[in-house]
Each structure stands twice: as structure tokens, then as C-alpha cells.
């Protein structure tokens, strides 16, 4: 069993900055990717970013030069450091952890960001 445990979401002004962070424990797998996936209202959940113990990230296009994700030499803590935020990047966001074939979900926590 895996719980993913989120922080960090708030009401922030554009241009504004903010840091979510994601506690992954039990029994989790030698390689995993985890990330940071996020649903605005009406909207499909997309990628937002992701790494994979092993060092490799991925950005969606969007979020380019503005967030960074980084994960904790312990490998089940990640972070998303959010700079210069949209009042488009407005959503609940969601922790992912992938491993063993098995993808799983925080509970979300919501970014709103006010123009």
C-alpha cells in the first residue's frame, strides 16, 4: 500500500511563487517516476512535471522556465517549485508516483493564482 501526501497549495497574486511538496510511504518499488499532474475546472488532467529516480525530468510545455521539480536523495519526497505563476496555471494538483505498473494519486491540493 502507497500513500502520497501533498502540501503546499494556496491563493498566491500573478507573478507570484509557490512550492508544493509530496511525502511518498509504504512499500514502494526500486524505480519510480514521481510528478506532479493537475485538472483546472472543465478541464483533462494533464502532466505537469515529472522525475524519475534516476534523475530524468520532463516538463510540460507550458510550464517551461517557470517550475522546477526536484526529488529528495531519499527518492520519496518530491517538489514543485512554481515561479511566475498564471492565473492560467490555476487548478488542483495532483502527486503521481509510478511504480510497478501501478499509478498512484495524492488527494490534490489547490493553486489559485489571481490576476
Known amino acids: 500500500q502507497v500513500h502520497l501526501g501533498e502540501s503546499g497549495g494556496g491563493l498566491v497574486q500573478s507573478g507570484g511563487s509557490l512550492t508544493l511538496s509530496c511525502t511518498a510511504s509504504g512499500s514502494i518499488p526500486g524505480f519510480n517516476v514521481m510528478g506532479w499532474y493537475r485538472q483546472a475546472p472543465g478541464k483533462e488532467r494533464e502532466m505537469v512535471a515529472t522525475a524519475t529516480n534516476g534523475g530524468w525530468k520532463n516538463y510540460a510545455d507550458s510550464v517551461k522556465g517557470r517550475f522546477t521539480i526536484s526529488r529528495e536523495s531519499g527518492w520519496n519526497t518530491v517538489y514543485l517549485q512554481m515561479n511566475n505563476l498564471k492565473p492560467e496555471d490555476t487548478a488542483v494538483y495532483y502527486c503521481?508516483?509510478?511504480?510497478?505498473?501501478?499509478?498512484?494519486w495524492g488527494q490534490g491540493t489547490q493553486v489559485t493564482v489571481s490576476s
Open positions: 503521481s508516483l509510478y511504480a510497478g505498473a501501478t499509478n498512484y
